[in-house]
């Protein structure tokens, strides 16, 4: 049951932070930006901080061990599926980055993306040494999910002209 305490608690802050997040905002369209954030961040958690008693991970891989814990910081060793699923899972986030500010810079989106990116990746480590939740940290899943983000802002960014942009206008937070 201590393995399942990262995602426990990391859901119950996401949870107060949404709560009070919702009291600032009235409309419905920005509540459920709010919490289509949240469900995304337990999505998240669930997919990168719980135990797992298999691997995804389909490379053959030179992973280093800090007292067993695993983690790669040889990035492109090989180029598999996992690589092109991780672009994928963080394109939701760039699309919610959007959906703060649309504004943003891309030295922004970069930085933001590659701080989301950095904190689960950091958290699989430290958990799996605190914990034993059977999670590698890659370098790979770091670049992968940076770019993902970035790829969701830029995607949204493209579309959001004429017709969709007075779709999905309410549910901007700036």
């Not at 600032?24 to 509540?31: G, L, N, P, T």
């Not at 280093?64 to 690589?83: I, K």
Request: charged letters at 10%; proline letters at 3%; hydrophobic letters at 55%.
């Amino acid at each position: 049951m201590l393995h399942w305490f990262p995602f426990c608690g990391y859901f119950l802050i996401a949870l107060v932070l949404t709560i009070n997040a919702f009291s600032r905002y009235q409309q419905f369209s920005k509540r459920l930006t709010i919490f289509a954030f949240l469900c995304y961040f337990v999505i998240i958690l669930r997919l990168c901080l719980t135990p797992v008693t298999f691997s995804f991970i389909t490379a053959n891989r030179n992973l280093r061990y800090f007292h067993g814990v695993p983690y790669n910081l040889l990035p492109f060793q090989q180029l598999d599926l996992e690589w092109f699923l991780n672009v994928i899972m963080t394109i939701p986030l760039g699309v919610l980055l959007y959906l703060v500010g649309r504004k943003s810079s891309f030295i922004t989106v970069l930085a933001l993306s590659f701080l989301f990116t950095f904190f689960i990746e950091g958290n699989q480590f430290v958990c799996d040494f605190l914990f034993h939740i059977g999670r590698v940290a890659d370098i790979d899943d770091i670049i992968t999910n940076t770019i993902g983000g970035v790829i969701g802002f830029y995607g949204i960014k493209l579309v959001d002209r004429g017709f969709i942009d007075k779709i999905i206008h309410p549910f901007f937070l700036s």
